[in-house]
């Protein structure tokens, strides 16, 4: 199969993972840094160019796109989708997962565990929104952050009132949502492909950070789930309409709740932490999902080896 691999840097493990994973199962991967593509829309055929190019012949497309540049990086993916390549995660469920407004409601409808949150907007109510959220201690997120940036634990109504106030004098949306206190500074994240979880980790925020981020200096070690666990990270995956993805949550005293949908998960925590060949898993669903164009060969794998597209 001939896979192309979106991306802005080939150099990170993530990424480095799923070209070899590709390059071991005899495919032939191209590395395409999509904000250097542009698009043709009036053509008759619909084509995406890079450095001169017209970029033809792929079997499937492996979006990895940062969360800063989602709005190119989508199009230069539906372009693909017009031209009948198939994508890993389709362009409008990597969207959905990146506005935390959306994937929320959107998981709350499904019936998806979530904690208490209230959405607002330059509100000079802050104690009527803490209160609806269930009262002090609250976690106040802004909608772009991405790991555990923009994200504050307020401890009491006096601090949480001053945040709130502090972003609505900037004009920016904040979300406002309960402190699962007996989380204990941790979460679970699960990696699905397909309709399963194939690698489960829990992480732990550094001492004294109610984060758990590995990139603000957490640990990870591999983690068995419950069953209501495995559940609900499959019904998140599927409110998203995603098939590969990472589902954070915490365990609370009510079940698990879901904090993000991340339609871009990192390999390197969880395939150090479980041993599981994740990017692995990743190139047997394309293979069973991804129809096998003209680049297949007679033996039925293309033996071409992968080329940097950057």
Do not use: W
């Not at 699905?192 to 004294?208: D, F, L, P, W």
């Not at 164009?293 to 007679?298: M, P």
């Not at 794998?301 to 950057?310: N, T």
């Amino acid at each position: 199969m001939k896979i192309g691999l979106l991306c802005r840097n080939p150099d990170l493990y993530s990424h480095r993972r799923i070209v070899e994973a590709a390059e071991a199962r005899g495919h032939e991967i191209d590395i395409i840094d999509h904000l250097r593509c542009y698009i043709d829309i009036a053509a008759n055929d619909p084509e995406v160019h890079y450095r001169g190019e017209s970029l033809t012949g792929y079997d499937a497309i492996i979006p990895r796109i940062g969360a800063s540049v989602t709005f190119f990086g989508t199009a230069v993916l539906r372009q693909f989708e017009m031209m009948d390549v198939y994508p890993l995660n389709e362009s409008v469920a990597i969207s959905r997962s990146r506005d935390k407004l959306r994937s929320m409601q959107l998981l709350s409808r499904e019936g998806v565990g979530l904690p208490v949150t209230v959405f607002a907007h330059r509100t000079s109510h802050a104690d009527e929104v803490i209160r609806l959220a269930g009262g002090t201690p609250v976690i106040i997120k802004l909608l772009e952050g991405t790991q555990g940036i923009g994200v504050v634990l307020a401890e009491t109504d006096k601090s949480a009132e001053s945040i709130i106030q502090a972003f609505g004098g900037v004009k920016t949306d904040v979300l406002v949502q309960q402190f699962v206190e007996e989380a204990k500074g941790e979460d679970i994240r699960c990696l699905v492909v397909g309709e399963k979880v194939v690698a489960s980790m829990i992480r732990r925020g550094k001492e004294g950070d109610f984060r758990s981020n590995l990139h603000r200096g957490g640990s990870a070690e591999a983690v068995r789930i419950s069953r209501e666990e495995r559940a609900t990270a499959l019904k998140a995956a599927n409110a998203m309409g995603l098939n590969v993805c990472g589902v954070d949550m915490l365990r609370s005293d009510n079940g698990p709740v879901v904090m993000e949908v991340n339609s871009s998960p990192g390999l390197e925590g969880v395939e150090k932490a479980t041993n599981v060949d994740v990017a692995g898993k990743i190139i047997e669903f394309i293979e069973k999902n991804a129809r096998v164009g003209r680049t297949q060969t007679k033996g039925g794998k293309s033996r071409r080896r992968a080329r940097r597209r950057a």
